[in-house]
Antibody, heavy 124, light 108 residues
Framework: EVRLVQSRAEVKKPGESLMISCETS????????IAWVRQMPGKGLEWMGV????????RYSPSFQGQVTISADRFGNTAYLEWSSLKTSDSAMYYC?????????????????WGQGTLVTVSS | EIVLTQSPGTLSLSPGERATLSCRPS???????LAWYQQKPGQAPRLLIY???RRATGIPDRFSGSGSGTDFTLTIRRLEPEDSAVYYC?????????FGGGTKVEIK
């Protein structure tokens, strides 16, 4: 069974750094891309970016390029999403998800498995 | 960037009725690269349909997807109380992939 288990909720102040995680099991982590998706309070879903743990090839949505860093530890079967300086506008639920599709490099993928989400609250 | 417009915003129906949800991309999708997700309050999204019409593993056949180009539909036959949720479409025709704004289905 494919499982994606995310780290607990976080409460941070503006300007602080943060790394949240997504630990996977039930499949070969290094052989599948893994993505991050944001959901702001009461809003829809936004694709942030994706990483291939096998070689750390990472692609970002233009909306999130330079705002976050996606990484992966292929030996620990875990993906990470990191901020160096949080803003109040980063307050949201963040999901990791496993993409599936015909051509990952061309962006032809949907998400067949999801983590439970990590709620990030940034407030002074 | 392809914008996905979902309608209606909210659908209020009784158990046993049929729900018809629309998703319209701002430009034609070349290969029916469209997925549908269900999200219940406090839960992560769940994949229902991919490639416009293929049901994901374990999804009841009450859920069906259809369409092509700039007009896609998710149909839920014989609504059940557990179908109360927000439904999102997502294209994966090119990057960046995007999601629609969602349709909320309420069961009376």
């Amino acid at each position: 069974e494919v499982r994606l288990v995310q780290s607990r909720a976080e409460v941070k102040k503006p300007g602080e750094s943060l790394m949240i995680s997504c630990e996977t099991s039930g499949y070969s982590f290094s052989s599948y891309w893994i993505a991050w998706v944001r959901q702001m309070p009461g809003k829809g879903l936004e694709w942030m970016g994706v990483i291939y743990p096998g070689d750390s090839d990472t692609r970002y949505s233009p909306s999130f390029q330079g705002q976050v860093t996606i990484s992966a530890d292929r030996f620990g079967n875990t993906a990470y999403l990191e901020w160096s300086s949080l803003k109040t506008s980063d307050s949201a639920m963040y999901y990791c998800a496993r993409p599936m599709g015909s051509d990952m490099l061309a962006g032809h993928y949907y998400f067949d498995s999801w983590g439970q989400g990590t709620l990030v609250t940034v407030s002074s | 960037e392809i914008v996905l417009t979902q309608s209606p915003g909210t659908l209020s129906l009784s158990p046993g009725e049929r729900a018809t949800l629309s998703c319209r991309p701002s430009q034609s999708l070349s290969s029916n690269y469209l997925a549908w997700y269900q999200q219940k309050p406090g839960q992560a999204p769940r994949l229902l349909i991919y490639d416009a019409s293929r049901r994901a593993t374990g999804i009841p056949d009450r859920f069906s997807g259809s369409g092509s180009g700039t007009d896609f539909t998710l149909t839920i036959r014989r609504l059940e109380p557990e179908d109360s949720a927000v439904y999102y479409c997502q294209h994966y025709d090119n990057s960046p992939l995007t999601f629609g704004g969602g349709t909320k289905v309420e069961i009376k």
